[in-house]
T-cell receptor, first 113, second 115 residues
């Protein structure tokens, strides 16, 4: 049972435009959400997180939006740069679970120059 | 600051053989994680250590997988005997503590191929 779903395996955008990566979750106990970025042959690196008490968190070009009623979050990258080309994983954790992270399958973002 | 180190980077073995992976976390990080990432999937937590104690090993196939963290620093993950479905990238991560806000830092992973 996939508790964290990233339904788009890939996304292609032009440099300078907005990239929007989506993530849905089914476990209503999840209350903390993270995005990780992964380049080939490297481990994932933390990008940005959001707690369920917020609906938006911003860090430079990266903004994460959380819609709890829809159990949906999205990562916006503005403007997109070729160096942003990577696999993006959405992850979630629940209080009382030792903060264990449950990851989605990832979305491959390609930013074309 | 040195990152999480893992070795070997690649390993090819025959099914039913044994294999071991090594991880050296970031200095001072009390929490260490082992993840399995099968091709096309996200990382799945196998085991979490807090210092040298196990916090969560609910998804570790204990009939064939074992892990230890001696002296609360380095860790090894062993598979014995390996099956074809164990082919995956094994990622080690560490964090300062086990709290929610503690970022998990990942190593480059070990790619295991079981033939």
């Amino acid at each position: 049972d996939q508790q964290v779903k990233q339904n788009s395996p890939s996304l292609s955008v032009q440099e300078g435009r907005i990239s929007i990566l989506n993530c849905d979750y089914t476990n209503s106990m999840f209350d903390y959400f993270l995005w990780y970025k992964k380049y080939p042959a490297e481990g994932p690196t933390f990008l940005i997180s959001i707690s369920s008490i917020k609906d938006k968190n911003e860090d430079g070009r990266f903004t994460v939006f959380l819609n709890k009623s829809a159990k949906h979050l999205s990562l916006h990258i503005v403007p997109s740069q070729p160096g942003d080309s990577a696999v993006y994983f959405c992850a979630a954790s629940a209080a009382g679970s030792n903060y264990k992270l449950t990851f989605g399958k990832g979305t491959l973002l390609t930013v074309n120059p | 600051e040195a990152g999480v180190a893992q070795s070997p980077r690649y390993k090819i073995i025959e099914k039913r053989q044994s294999v071991a992976f090594w991880c050296n976390p970031i200095s001072g990080h009390a929490t260490l994680y082992w993840y399995q990432q099968i091709l096309g999937q996200g990382p799945k937590l196998l085991i979490q250590f807090q210092n040298n104690g196990v916090v969560d090993d609910s998804q570790l196939p204990k009939d064939r997988f074992s892990a230890e963290r001696l002296k609360g620093v380095d860790s090894t993950l062993k598979i014995q005997p390996a099956k074809l479905e164990d082919s995956a990238v094994y990622l080690c991560a560490s964090s300062l503590g086990g709290r929610r806000a503690d970022t998990q830092y990942f190593g480059p992973g070990t790619r295991l191929t079981v033939l």
